[in-house]
């Protein structure tokens, strides 16, 4: 039974095939299109997945999206009678909900079909269902509870369940307005930061601020006796005129949610390009600790209801790794799941699992991570990218190549590592990846400036050793897919400044032998070298998705200033 699973009209469009229940290939859109977070429909990561599958469009057997344009439409209704919505904003949802009905079709469309010639028919799985699926579904527990936050879809923002074998059940739901995602969203507008996907800029200059404007903001969200929480609606604009979002050229963009009232309470909204003052940094630092208290209630009462003592979290508040990081500390849970793509890309996954799992009650197959679903290249054709580039390479076996690039950057060079399947869900987890030394204390600024261009105030990701974790970490955990930010050791921070954020933390990578033998290995080789189990791990980009094929990597490579680019066996360098 081939399954493909498809998130569409919607930030960070992506696609899946299954096989009988095995995951064969997944990817977002924006790894094709080279448009961060690509909305619409994400024709080539369809095309790649049944390239991948070997097969075609018209031997899919289903097909699910993660969406259901039909439900909670009474609610929906009664909410628009009573809030009186905009005309323009019930255009907006009217617009996207045809989309949705009219998705087998498009898809036909787009491949050169007629509707009738597709056998399969289009599933449709509820937002929030899906993204529980797919966290639950692919994590290790056969038992958890399971929670879901984003900003919203199908009408709802946040929904609990748990998760029991092939069975995931819904035990609450909180319906759009009042949403952590949407309050975190509208946050990060009024710092200045406007773009779709751009909380975590927030997050990363949190830890600069004291959270001295708490207090203000538990009036913007109230924590509710029954283990939910509520908006207070004068100070968003979503409440009356929706959320007004495009996508023009695939680029999602959403209109500024914050009202004239959250500035009185809060002082003047950053405008684009001002500097950033200390009293941004708390005000960042008072968004992230309010999130991090309405997770931890949510949790906690969940924990309550369900008894049982593993969790998955998921949904796009599920990126916010600060917080992953303190829920085993925070609430009565004792262990954490969060999926490589927890975020809306990673729904067309879960769409899938819900389907093949929930509603036909097929077995879930053992547990293995599969973040590595994307993209692959032989090393003949990355040999024929570099030939047709004119540029000299070496081709190194590789136990040789290990050495040499260990060698290198305990030498301080800048390398672009790209090998293996390309990842799927925004981290890049070794294998596309820049990789430096994490002993320079120059580093930081060194990718900011030179190859990176971003924020000085945003962190740099440690890979690190599964076994050597305890060693530079208070925390010991699997943190596969750089999920959750720990707390360095005190004695560790200055061996390793370039990944030591200032606050003393730093979103880890534990890097697994079996799951990337590769990678394990380089570090393995930087290890013996250095003494330090660690690489400074950051995605292979330069303020675009991040490489998928070996020639956007050789571009990036030739437009910055990386000293060394490893393509799988293939070695160029400056200096050759």
């Known amino acids: 039974m081939l399954l493909l699973g498809i998130n569409a009209y919607h930030g960070d469009s992506s696609a899946c095939i299954y096989r009988d229940g095995e995951l064969l290939a997944a990817?977002?859109?924006?790894?094709?299109?080279?448009?961060?977070?690509?909305?619409?429909?994400?024709?080539?990561?369809?095309?790649?997945?049944?390239?991948?599958?070997?097969?075609?469009?018209?031997?899919?057997?289903?097909?699910?999206?993660?969406?259901?344009?039909?439900?909670?439409?009474?609610?929906?209704?009664?909410?628009?009678?009573?809030?009186?919505?905009?005309?323009?904003?019930?255009?907006?949802?009217?617009?996207?909900?045809?989309?949705?009905?009219?998705?087998?079709?498009?898809?036909?469309?787009?491949?050169?079909?007629?509707?009738?010639?597709?056998?399969?028919?289009?599933?449709?799985?509820?937002?929030?269902?899906?993204?529980?699926?797919?966290?639950?579904f692919a994590s290790p527990f056969e038992r958890a509870a399971i929670l879901s936050i984003d900003g919203f879809g199908d009408f709802t923002s946040t929904m609990r369940g748990l998760g029991v074998g092939d069975q995931i059940e819904v035990i609450d739901s909180l319906s759009y307005p009042h949403s952590l995602g949407i309050f975190y969203t509208t946050l990060t507008q009024f710092l200045g930061f406007p773009q779709y996907g751009d909380e975590y800029k927030v997050m990363g200059l949190a830890p600069y601020g004291s959270p001295k404007m708490v207090e203000p903001l538990r009036e913007v969200?109230?924590?509710?006796?029954?283990?939910?929480?509520?908006?207070?609606?004068?100070?968003?604009?979503?409440?009356?005129?929706?959320?007004?979002?495009?996508?023009?050229?695939?680029?999602?963009?959403?209109?500024?949610?914050?009202?004239?009232?959250?500035?009185?309470?809060?002082?003047?909204?950053?405008?684009?390009?001002?500097?950033?003052?200390?009293?941004?940094?708390?005000?960042?630092?008072?968004?992230?600790?309010?999130?991090?208290?309405?997770?931890?209630?949510?949790?906690?009462?969940?924990?309550?209801?369900?008894?049982?003592?593993?969790?998955?979290?998921?949904?796009?508040?599920?990126?916010?790794?600060?917080?992953?990081?303190?829920?085993?500390?925070?609430?009565?849970?004792?262990?954490?799941?969060?999926?490589?793509?927890?975020?809306?890309g990673g729904t067309s996954v879960g769409s899938a699992l819900y389907f093949f799992h929930h509603q036909l009650k097929k077995p879930r197959s053992a547990y293995r991570p599969q973040a590595y679903t994307g993209a692959r290249f032989s090393n003949e054709q990355i040999e024929a990218v570099l030939k047709e580039a004119g540029l000299s390479y070496r081709t190194l076996p590789d136990?040789?190549?290990?050495?040499?690039?260990?060698?290198?950057?305990?030498?301080?060079?800048?390398?672009?590592?790209?090998?293996?399947?390309?990842?799927?869900?925004?981290?890049?987890?070794?294998?596309?990846?820049?990789?430096?030394?994490?002993?320079?204390?120059?580093?930081?600024?060194?990718?900011?400036?030179?190859?990176?261009?971003?924020?000085?105030?945003?962190?740099?990701?440690?890979?690190?050793?599964?076994?050597?974790?305890?060693?530079?970490?208070?925390?010991?955990?699997?943190?596969?897919?750089m999920e959750k930010v720990f707390v360095i050791r005190p004695e560790r921070r200055e061996e390793v400044p370039a990944v030591t954020h200032v606050d003393g933390t730093g979103r880890l990578q534990t890097v697994d032998v079996l799951h990337s033998p590769r990678y394990h290995r380089l570090i393995e080789a930087f290890y013996r070298k250095t003494g330090v189990p660690i690489l400074l791990n950051t995605s292979f980009n330069e303020n675009e998705p991040i490489v998928n094929s070996p020639q956007e990597a050789l571009d990036c490579y030739l437009r910055t200033k990386m000293d060394l680019l490893v393509l799988e066996n293939q070695l160029v360098s400056r200096q050759d």
């Open 221 to 344: 969200i109230r924590l509710r006796d029954n283990g939910l929480f509520a908006l207070e609606d004068a100070y968003f604009r979503h409440f009356k005129e929706g959320v007004s979002m495009s996508w023009d050229g695939g680029s999602p963009s959403i209109e500024p949610m914050f009202t004239a009232a959250l500035e009185k309470r809060l002082g003047p909204a950053r405008r684009k390009g001002e500097p950033l003052t200390q009293y941004h940094k708390d005000l960042a630092a008072s968004v992230q600790r309010i999130t991090e208290e309405v997770i931890f209630h949510l949790a906690a009462d969940l924990h309550r209801r369900t008894g049982e003592p593993n969790l998955c979290i998921t949904g796009g508040v599920a990126q916010n790794s600060v917080a992953n990081g303190k829920i085993v500390l925070q609430t009565p849970f004792e262990k954490l799941f969060v999926p490589p793509a927890g975020h809306d």
């Open 27 to 136: 990817s977002e859109e924006e790894r094709f299109r080279r448009i961060k977070h690509w909305a619409g429909l994400p024709v080539q990561a369809i095309a790649f997945c049944l390239q991948e599958a070997g097969a075609d469009l018209t031997e899919i057997d289903h097909i699910t999206v993660s969406r259901n344009p039909y439900a909670k439409i009474g609610q929906k209704l009664r909410y628009v009678f009573k809030r009186r919505v905009s005309i323009l904003a019930l255009k907006d949802r009217v617009r996207n909900s045809f989309n949705i009905k009219s998705l087998k079709s498009d898809i036909a469309e787009a491949f050169g079909y007629q509707e009738s010639d597709l056998k399969a028919e289009v599933q449709y799985i509820e937002h929030h269902r899906s993204h529980m699926a797919s966290s639950f």
């Open 399 to 481: 136990e040789e190549l290990f050495e040499e690039v260990a060698t290198r950057l305990a030498a301080g060079a800048v390398v672009g590592w790209f090998q293996g399947r390309a990842e799927f869900g925004p981290r890049a987890l070794g294998n596309r990846s820049i990789l430096v030394d994490p002993r320079r204390s120059d580093a930081r600024d060194l990718l900011n400036e030179k190859i990176k261009r971003r924020e000085s105030f945003r962190p740099f990701a440690p890979s690190i050793l599964r076994e050597q974790v305890g060693t530079y970490f208070e925390q010991i955990d699997e943190v596969p897919f």
